[in-house]
């Protein structure tokens, strides 16, 4: 029932549908691939959501980035408390995705489309079901927040593209790719030929010129430049 809701592209019909457990929410993220999707807005806390749901956002996002869709993932900044998160988050970040980061986020939730949303029942309830929400008028409050979030959380440096990445050399540029992919140091070394003292040195010193504060931001960010 729930995929032939996702799959229908009657978007004047609107219908709000509780969804009881993760894995109902999980199985709706599988079954927005059998959608075509044009734009995808991810928000991202730790809970209340389980590491099903996680996984099935990370492969939605990857696949819809590859099918040529804007995905958008809002995320907590300090990922690294939960290292399953973050290598879900890297995934997103090499496939492609725009990623921006914040020290809270309260809410989840998964706008496809600007017609159709997963939301928590009650966002002030830390355990809250789900809800299936479809059709503009009900979607529209939920992706106003999140455009709304999503704008305020933009880095003061706005360069994207091949231009942000003008010094860039060539060390550095397959360093990142390797950052990104999830390599340690070790492995950079070993894939570049370079010391892993010139290594470190390397990565340290992009991380300041973009301002992370942490290897794994460091990844997003050089994703969300499009300087990888």
Do not use: C, K
Not at 94 to 117: E, K, T
Not at 122 to 131: C, I, K, L, W, Y
């Amino acid at each position: 029932m729930e995929s032939q809701l996702l799959v229908r592209s009657d978007t004047t019909r609107t219908t709000l549908q509780p969804l009881t457990d993760s894995d109902s929410v999980a199985a709706l993220l599988d079954a927005l691939r059998l959608r075509t999707v044009r734009e995808l807005r991810l928000a991202l806390p730790r809970r209340p959501y389980d590491r099903r749901v996680r996984e099935r956002a990370a492969l939605l996002s990857s696949e819809l980035v590859r099918r040529g869709a804007q995905v958008r993932v809002l995320h907590l900044a300090d990922v690294a408390r939960d290292p399953a998160q973050a290598e879900d988050l890297r995934r997103i970040a090499a496939s492609g995705a725009q990623l921006r980061a914040l020290p809270h986020l309260p809410i989840w939730m998964a706008v496809a489309d600007r017609d159709l949303a997963i939301v928590p029942s009650d966002p002030g309830q830390g355990d809250s079901p789900a809800t299936l929400l479809r059709g503009r008028s009900l979607v529209a409050g939920h992706q106003a927040l999140f455009d709304q979030v999503w704008a305020s959380s933009a880095p003061r440096d706005n360069r994207a593209g091949p231009a942000g990445s003008a010094g860039l050399d060539e060390r550095e540029r397959e360093a990142l790719v390797l950052l990104a992919q999830g390599l340690t140091d070790e492995g950079i070394s070993r894939r570049t030929g370079l010391s892993v003292r010139t290594v470190r040195r390397t990565i340290a010193g992009m991380m300041t010129r973009m301002g992370a504060q942490s290897r794994f931001q460091a990844g997003a960010e050089a994703a969300r430049r499009q300087w990888i």
